[in-house]
């Protein structure tokens, strides 16, 4: 042919190499240099500039475009794989699994399914994982991008199957009766935004009021069921959860696994981070009636620290969660032999038909350091949440908003002589400072109508000290703003902020 | 505290160094040689009893971790990355993208949003977007993992849109009339599973007949619309193609934005990979009328041979876009100041809130090559497909079975004197022999009742000469089959299969 052939592949293998060796040295230098930068840094105004540039016609080649990283990209993180942050509920990486991510990126496979190593590999984290839940090894499940995308999966496959009709064909125009679900008020909005998203709108959720520890009021769970099924209504599915976003709360999961049975509904469990404490048989008692649910979410990247982006649905009926999900088409035949044989298809089985290699961070993270460790660090996570607690319980200054079950602590500084809004505005410029400072980066809840700083431990880079640093600091700064003539500033502050 | 600390960082970092480097090289030795390798071998049998393993309790470290990686993973790839892979619309992936994957890994941002330089880098990649696709720079749009997720974010956006209630509050039960979708026949699967995710139900698009181009048919589209309007639905969107899955045929995209603007429907365009085209002047003609969209789903690792996975989905209503997935919570409020600042809450315009930093792969690759190099690299495939098809054209005993305006060309062996129950067999027995003797990887499909050998072209690595390969293998395979002796074996393989 006459045409010149190009590729994305470099002319000169060895620069390559070299820019490739820096990059790795850079980021090993940059992960174990962690605990000495500050948590987060403000993004300077200037960097707009360069984030506003146009599309790049001419190549820059990988020397430039690295330095465009080193210089813009890398030095204003989030800041979750420093030892002191404890936002959201966001995972810190590992160095490991920085390398397994470079090899999934080379062997660059596309899991929808065929006969492929990648395929094998998911297939065994999901066998792990139904051994880790106390699920039947015939249960089914898929790699996920997280929680988010679990509960979607688990919610499609509980309306799927209770609502008593073909949803999948007929749509939800087509019910008898309207449909309903049940939750706690302190479930996470992937809840909600799943519902929404599945055309049983939001208000089919009855979110049921929480006792004094956030959990579920089981008697009020009962009573509104009943009323609904008197109403006219179909109640198909209840979601427990395994640690709520807020304060880590257990819902009671054997009492409503005792009532889904009974009404024939669907148990679904939010477990995003909390279903890992199965790997602790300390702690697992807590989250015990799991192992009933006909559906579970979870995430790798929360409490088991690995790379973004990995979560995880287990389904109990295989049939169930196949039916939801498979579309036929004559380009996606399976076949006995060839690239399109192979036993398991993941891409009749969520979302996603194209599908990054997810399942191998995982994989070779767990092979590295052994489940055990991971049972060690979920423990040792939970004794900072009760060092931290008890540290707030024993000081005057500082106020414990909710018990701590598990690796969440909510508290806020409450010096005398304040009302709950200024108690607010006081506490919100402290999770400000404290963030600012770079010293650690809590983020922040609402409980009860009062703003709470809120610590979520998913790090294993975190030790005890850093907490009785979180305390050190929280008092500091809130006795700086306090006193009288800063706090005026902070009252006028947020006064003309609402 | 008494506890000994743990982490999961090494305790020789030296070490971990080593096996990092090692590991980079031995995948950059893998991808420079992978056109010596064969596409792609089957998996042998024992393999399984190694992914049979039960949980590892104990660590085996990640000099061992990565030993199992290289001697029961790596050597068993889905072959995507090869030269003569072109199996289903799959890409290739590039070393840079490797390398900035192992970046991302490394910062591990999780891209829900907050103040971050990855929030910043993901919405310069969108701005590019819109640049590329002739939407607005006040446009809407998010990275998603891929082409069916893009879909159904665009699918939600319609619905909700367009359904005359508010469908993620009251839910489809409340609908006034069933509602109504439109797409031809030819569309890819994912837009099937939406509609049933959604609650729509399958039965509520219409799938419109297609010309001998496999393009929509835009009076039957009429037609279909005119007759629900009189028999009572409520028509809300018509999905058009930028490249069907099958053929590579692109839908009158002019002729559905015309009717979508007079009927008040909503216009989403599934371009998986037939949307990058836009880079191409030369091209871009061919989907003229997709700017003019409501939305777009596209994927980078497909077209723009980035590393799995990348798909973007593009809305030109930022506030439908929004309205669409924004949950309010205490938990996820946004500051003013702090790390819970920032611009871009990604989480609150798609269904994942854990979210990776998949921007950073696409916005170095731009850098690294230019935008000027994809277009030529898209021009050279297009090229490869019009040369493979000339091929087939000008040879007697191979058939083309569909017009190849793309980069995909689906065709036969076609000897004379053969049945169609016959010529089937005969040539999926073709297809299994060119992928297990690791000449070259095409998937196949079904075109008017008759199995076709399917050519994708997504491959930056393919070269003319790997299709003259092609054209000579399946003719030397298929003239080897049907020589009578071997025919008849076929034929019995083959009536058994049935």
Known sequence: MNQPEETLDPQD???????????????????????????????????????????????????????????HVLPYPL?????????????????????????????????????QSAVKVEQQVLSWCKEIMGFPANASGILVTGGSMANLVGLTVARNAKAGIEVN??????????????CSAQTHNSVHKAIGLLGLGRDSLREIPVNDRFEIDIAALE??????????FRPICVIGNAGTVNTGAVDDLNAIADICARENMWFHVDGAFGALISLSPKLRPLISGMERA?????DFHKWMYTQYDAGCALIRSEKAH??????????????????????????????????SFRALRIWMSIKEHGIDKYRRLIEQNVAQA????????????????????????????????????????????????????????PSSTVLNG???????????????????VLAREVCRIGRELASNDAFDQVREIWSAAD
């Open 169 to 182: 064909q007929y749509g939800l125009k087509s019910v008898t009766k309207p449909l309903a679900l049940y």
């Open 223 to 232: 009573a509104t069921i009943a009323q609904d099924r008197h109403d006219g």
């Open 79 to 115: 800041g979750n794989i420093h030892p002191r942050f404890w936002s959201w509920v966001c995972g810190t990486g590992t160095p490991g699994g920085m390398l397994a991510e470079m090899l999934a990126a080379g062997m660059n496979s596309g899991v929808h399914g065929a006969a």
């Open 386 to 441: 009760r060092h931290l607690a008890e540290l707030i319980d024993s000081n005057a200054e500082l106020e414990l908003m909710a018990p701590a079950p598990l690796n969440i602590v909510c508290f806020r500084y409450r010096p005398l002589g304040f009302t709950e809004e200024e108690l607010d505005g006081l506490n919100k410029e402290i999770l400000f400072q404290i963030q600012e400072r770079g010293i650690a980066a």
């Open 294 to 298: 006909d559906s579970i979410a979870f």
């Open 13 to 71: 293998w060895t620069k390559l190499r070299e820019v490739g060796h820096r990059m790795l040295d850079d980021m090993l230098d940059y992960l174990r240099s962690v605990r000495e930068r500050p948590v987060w840094k403000p993004l300077p105004e200037q960097l707009d500039q360069e984030f506003d540039k146009p599309l790049p016609v001419a190549p820059e080649g990988i020397e430039q475009a690295y330095e465009d990283f080193m210089q």
């Open 450 to 468: 009062k703003f709470a700083i809120r610590v979520a431990i998913c790090n294993h880079r975190s030790r005890f000290e850093d907490f009785d």
């Open 322 to 355: 196949h039916d939801s999900f498979r579309v036929p088409s004559s380009y996606l035949s399976h076949f006995e032999r060839g690239v399109a044989s192979g036993d398991a298809w993941f891409g009749e089985y969520g979302v996603e038909l194209s599908r």
